[in-house]
C-alpha cells in the first residue's frame, strides 16, 4: 500500500472511495442473493417434508387396498410442479411402483437411475434410502451440486405373504430441482441493484465533496503551511479553525513551532543545570587523546579521586598510579578489550583517596575512531559507588545469616520459581523429602515434594500451584502424607505464600512444612474415642444417637417394609456390686458384660454403652420376633455368667426394652423415649424381664413417668429440698490458684421422708423434662447467696475458686446471661471468684451460643472449665478455638491410672494437650493417694476425688474452712 504515498489525497481519496462503496454494493448483492436463496431452500425443505410424509400416509393407505392405480395418479400429480424432478413408490425391492415417467413402473431403480439425466442421484440416494429405512421415519437431505432436495420415506409393504421378523419397507422418493427459483432469486437481485445505482452515484459524490472540504483541503494548506516553516519561516502559522482533528493537528502544529523556539533558548541552561547534577551524583567526566596522551578531567573527577586540579596534569600514567595496585590489571585489561575489540568499558575499580581511604569508583567509557578504523579518543564517565557497595556487602552477610536461619529451624523450607520450579531446600526439607538442593534445583515442585491423601491415596493437590494462581497464602488439605524418595511416609502440615518484590510482584513462592506423624497418630487414637468408650471399648452414647438418627430419618434400602429393632439394657443388681466390691470390680464387670453382649449380635448391628450400666443395641433389618430372640439370649448368656471379685461371686440380669420403628416414623428422642420407657416397664415388672413397646401403653406410661418426676423436681425446688454440697479440689503443686478455699458444688434432692436421692437419678430427669433450667437457676441464686454471706462475714480471700456446674439445657437459655450478671451485681461478687464448668458436648451443640456466653462473663472476670473431657473428642478440633481456662479430665479415664499404662498414657496425652493450648488440667475421680501420686508425676495441675475429701454441705465447708485456718494460725 506504499505507493498510495506518492498520490495527493485529492486522487487518492476518491479512488479508495469508490472502491469501498463498489465493494459495499456487491457485498449487499451478494448478501442479498444468499439471503433469498436460503429463504427458498428452508421454504422448500420444509414443502417437500410435508409432501413426502403426505405421500407415505396416502401411499401406505394405497398399498394396504392394493390400489396402484390411485397411487400412480397422486405420483402424475407432480407432472405439472417444474421443481420436480423425480418422484418414485418403490416396493421392499426397489422396484418403482409409481413414477412420473409411467414407462419406468417396474423397473428397478438402478435400472431407472441409469440414465444420464439421474445417474448422479444413485449414490445419495441409495444412502437417503438406508437412512430413512433404518430409522423408520423421513429424511430429507440437500444436494449443493445441483441444488436439489432429496426426500424419502419408508412405507410398510402389506399383503398376503406372512413373513417372519418386522414387515418389509418399500419407500416414497422425492427430488426437486431449486435451480430456476435460485435463478429467479439472482434477477430479481440484479433489478433491485439496478434501481439503487443512481442513488449510489448521488451518495459516493457528496460524500467526496464532505471528505474534500472537511480533511483533503484543509490538509492541504497545513501542508504548505509545514513546507514555509521547513525553508525558514519561522513565525509562520497555520491559519485553520476547527474543534475536529484537524483543527486540533493544526493548534498542536502551531504550538509544537513556538516550543521549537523556547527549546532552543533552555539549551544551554540545560547544560549547565547537567553539570551541576553530576556533582550532586557523584558523577565526573573524562577524555583521554590517546595521540598525545593528554587526559582531561572535570572538576568532579579531580574530587572523587582525591587530587587537586590546581598545578595537577594528569596522564594515563598518572590515572594508573591512583587506582589501587589489586585494580591496575583489571582497569587495563578492560582498556585494551575497548581499543582492540570495541567490548564496552565497564569496569569497578578502587583507588587511595588521601582524605577518605579506599573510594570504589565506576567506570564507564567508549572510542572515537577514524574513518579507518583507528581509536582518536577515550572518552567516559567514573561514578563514586562506595555506597552501593557497602550495600552489597551488608546484603550479603544478611543473605548468609537467612541461609543460616534457615539451615537452623525445626521445620522444613522449599523455595520455588514463578513455574514452580525447585530453588532451594533448607537441611529438614532434604531430610523429609530424601532429595539434596542440588539435586532438586529447577526440578518441578510436584516431583520432589510428592504428596498424597492417606486416605485415597490419590496426589494431594499442590499448595505451590494454588499459592501462585490465587496470590495468597494457601494451606495443605487434612490427612496429607508426604512421601519420601526411600518409601518412608510423614504426616505433614505446611502453608506457601507467595515472595514478593518491592512493589508488589510475585517472584516465587515459600513452602514452610513440619512433621505431624505423632501428633496425627494421636489424633487418631482421639477421634476413635470419640466413638467409643473408654472403659469398655464399645461405642458410646454420641456414636449411637449418631447411628439412630440417621436410620430414624432416612431409609437404608428401597423397599417400603424397612424395618430396624432398638434395645434398651439397664443393668440389674450393678449398684450391688458398686457399693460391695467398689467402683474397680464395677468397672471390670461392665467390660465383661460388654463383651458377653457383643457376641449376641451381628456384625451389622450396634452395641453401645449409653452410661453407667445402661447400654444399647441397634438391630438393623430385624423384625421384632428376631429381637425377642436377641433379649432372650442376652438374658440366658447372663443367666450363665458368674462374676467372681475378692472370693465373692456375684450375679447380673439385666431389663430389657425393645422398640421396633421404621425410618420417617419418629424422631430420636421419640426412640430413646419410648424404649427407655419400655425398659423401665421391664424393671418394674421384677427385673430380668423384656418389655416390648407398644404404642397404645404409650400415653399412659409417658404421662405417669413424666408427671411423677416434674412433680417430684418442681416440689423439692418449691420446697426447697434441695441441697447444696461441695467438693475441694488441691493444686498438685504445677498450677496456679490464688489462696484461698478451691471447690466444687454439687447438689442432691431430698425427698419428703428426709432421705438424699443421687444427682445421677434425678438429674438426667430433669434434662429429660427439661426442668434442669429451673435447677441450676437455684444452685446459682442459693451458691451466690452462701458465697456473698461467707465473704462479708470472714473477708473476701475467703474463695479462691468456686466451680458450678450449667447443663447443656441450661446454656442453651438466652436468659441464663443476664441472669448471671444480675446475681453478681447483686451480692457484689468479683467475677473472677467463680468458675462455670461446661460439658464439651454441651458446647459443642450450640457452639456459637457458648461461644458467645464464654467471652461475655470471661469478660466480667469468670473462668470457665471444660467438663468431663475425652469422653466426646469427635469434636476436638473445637478446643483450640473454646476459651476455656481449665480441662476437667473424664474420671473414666483417672480411675486406675497408677496400674492401668492405658488409662495413664490417655491422661498424659490429654494434660499435654491442655497445657499446648495453654489450659489448666483437673483430673477427676482421684479416688485414692496411688491415684493423686500419678497424677502429680504426670504434671496435671489439679486434682478432686475421694482420695482427697469427699463431698460434703457446702455450708459445712465454707464453716469448716475458716475455722480450720484459724487452727492452723
Known sequence: MKWLYHYPLSLTLPLLLLAGTLILAGLYMVTLVNGQQQWIRANAEREIAHETSRLQRMGQHLIERDNRARLQEEISAFGPDIRVSLALVLDDDDRILAALDRVDRGQTLADSLDTDLHAWLRAPLSRLLADARAAGAAHVDYLPETNTLLATAPLEMTGTTTRLGPPPLGSVVLAWDLSHPYALARQAALRTGLMLLPLLAVTYLGLWWLLYQVLVRRLATLSRTAEHIAKGAADLRADLAGRDEVGRLAQAFNAMTEALAAEHAQVEDSERRLSLAQNYSNIGSWEWDLTSGKVIWTDNTYRLFGVEPVGSEITYARFMEAVCPEDRATVEAAARNLLDHGQPYEVEYRVATPADGPRWLMGRGDVLRDAAGNPLRMYGIVQDISQMKAAEAALYREKELAQVTLASIGDGVITTDTDGRVRFLNPVAEYLTGWSTPQAEGKPLTEVFNILNELTRQPAINPVERCLREGRIVGLANHTVLLRTDGREFAIEDSAAPIRDSVGTVMGVVLVFHDVTKAREMANRLSWQASHDALTGLHNRMAFEERLRQLALFP????????????????????????????????????????????????????????????????????????????????????????????????????????????????????????????????????????????????????????????????????????????????????????????????????????????????????????????????????????????????????????????????????????????????????????????????????????????????????????????????????????????????????????????????????????????????????????????????????????????????????????????TE
Open 556 to 967: 437404608e434400602g428401597t423397599g417400603e417394609t424397612e424395618r430396624h429393632t432398638l434395645l434398651y439394657i439397664d443393668l440389674d443388681q450393678f449398684k450391688v456390686v458398686n457399693d460391695i466390691a467398689g467402683h474397680v470390680a464395677g468397672d471390670e464387670l461392665l467390660k465383661q458384660i460388654g463383651g458377653l453382649m457383643q457376641e449376641q449380635v451381628r456384625d451389622t448391628d450396634m452395641l453401645a454403652r449409653l452410661g453407667g450400666d445402661e447400654f444399647g443395641v441397634i438391630l438393623t433389618h430385624c423384625d421384632i420376633r428376631h429381637a425377642q430372640r436377641v433379649a432372650d439370649a442376652i438374658h440366658h448368656t447372663f443367666d450363665d455368667f458368674k462374676f467372681a471379685w475378692d472370693e465373692r461371686v456375684f450375679r447380673i440380669g439385666a431389663s430389657i426394652g425393645v422398640l421396633e420403628f421404621r425410618p420417617g416414623e419418629q424422631s430420636l428422642t421419640d426412640l430413646l423415649s419410648a424404649a427407655d420407657m419400655a425398659c423401665y416397664a421391664a424393671k418394674n415388672a421384677g427385673r430380668r424381664r423384656t418389655h416390648i413397646y407398644e404404642a397404645e401403653d404409650e400415653g399412659l406410661q409417658r404421662h405417669r413417668h413424666e408427671m411423677d418426676w416434674a412433680t417430684r423436681i418442681n416440689d423439692a425446688v418449691e420446697d426447697d429440698r434441695l441441697v447444696l454440697y461441695a467438693q475441694t479440689i488441691e493444686r498438685l503443686g504445677n498450677g496456679y490458684m490464688p489462696p484461698g478455699l478451691a471447690f466444687e458444688v454439687l447438689v442432691r434432692m431430698r425427698d419428703p421422708s428426709g432421705e438424699l436421692i443421687a444427682p445421677d437419678v434425678f438429674l438426667p430427669a430433669a434434662e429429660r423434662f427439661d426442668l434442669i433450667s429451673i435447677v441450676d437457676r437455684w444452685i446459682i441464686t442459693r451458691a451466690f447467696s452462701m458465697v456473698a454471706d461467707c465473704t462479708r462475714r470472714e473477708g473476701a480471700p475467703t474463695i479462691a475458686h468456686c466451680a458450678i456446674n450449667l447443663s447443656g439445657g441450661t446454656l442453651g437459655d438466652e436468659t441464663l446471661l443476664p441472669f448471671i450478671k444480675t446475681q453478681l451485681s447483686l451480692h457484689d461478687l468479683p467475677g473472677e471468684m467463680f468458675c462455670f464448668e461446661i460439658t464439651e458436648t454441651a458446647a459443642i451443640s450450640n457452639f456459637q451460643a457458648a461461644l458467645r456466653f464464654i467471652r461475655e462473663l470471661r469478660a466480667m472476670g469468670c473462668r470457665f472449665a471444660l467438663d468431663d473431657f475425652g469422653s466426646g473428642l469427635s469434636s476436638f478440633s473445637y478446643l483450640k478455638n473454646l476459651p476455656v481456662d481449665y480441662l476437667k479430665i473424664d474420671g473414666t479415664f483417672v480411675r486406675g491410672i497408677a496400674t492401668d499404662p492405658v488409662n495413664r498414657t490417655l491422661v498424659g496425652n490429654i494434660n499435654d494437650v491442655g497445657h499446648l493450648l495453654g489450659k489448666h488440667t483437673i483430673a477427676e475421680y482421684a479416688e485414692d493417694t496411688a491415684t493423686v501420686a500419678a497424677l502429680r508425676q504426670l504434671g496435671v495441675d489439679y486434682a478432686q476425688g475421694y482420695g482427697i475429701s469427699r463431698p460434703k454441705p457446702l455450708e459445712q465447708l465454707l464453716v469448716g474452712y475458716r475455722e480450720t485456718e484459724t487452727q
